[in-house]
């Protein structure tokens, strides 16, 4: 099983209808026909260096915009790094997640 990209490998074109497929699974699209169970979540929080090698933080700034749309409380965070061996950062999810798995919604 391989990856169907949405153009292809050899010739570069286009595929709309591979393009339209991955496009139904964009966390950001999704968000609004996911709203009502995105509402009931403890804790929205999204952080993303801004120098991601895949560009991540692009994708997290617009989830966090759609996300505030659809009136939930995020917490969203950038930080001067990369994606890779950011260990430093669970000294802020790791609380913040564990006071929304044992205290609930409104806990950060």
């Given amino acids: 099983m391989g990856v169907d990209f949405p153009f292809d490998l050899e010739t570069g074109q286009f595929q709309p209808e591979v393009w339209a497929r991955w496009q139904a699974w964009d966390p950001v699209r999704m968000a609004p026909s996911r709203a009502e169970a995105l509402r009931r979540s403890r804790l929205a929080f999204l952080d993303c260096?801004?120098?991601?090698?895949?560009?991540?933080?692009?994708?997290?700034?617009?989830?966090?915009?759609?996300?505030?749309?659809?009136?939930?409380?995020?917490?969203?965070?950038?930080?001067?790094?990369?994606?890779?061996?950011?260990?430093?950062?669970?000294?802020?999810?790791?609380?913040?997640?564990?006071?929304?798995?044992?205290?609930?919604?409104?806990?950060?």
Avoid at 53 to 64: D, K, N, T
Avoid at 86 to 104: D, K, M, N, V
């Fill in 49 to 108: 260096g801004t120098k991601d090698e895949y560009g991540l933080h692009w994708g997290a700034r617009a989830l966090a915009g759609e996300l505030g749309k659809l009136g939930l409380k995020v917490v969203h965070e950038e930080f001067d790094d990369g994606h890779m061996n950011i260990q430093f950062r669970f000294e802020r999810s790791i609380p913040l997640l564990t006071r929304a798995l044992l205290h609930g919604p409104g806990c950060h």
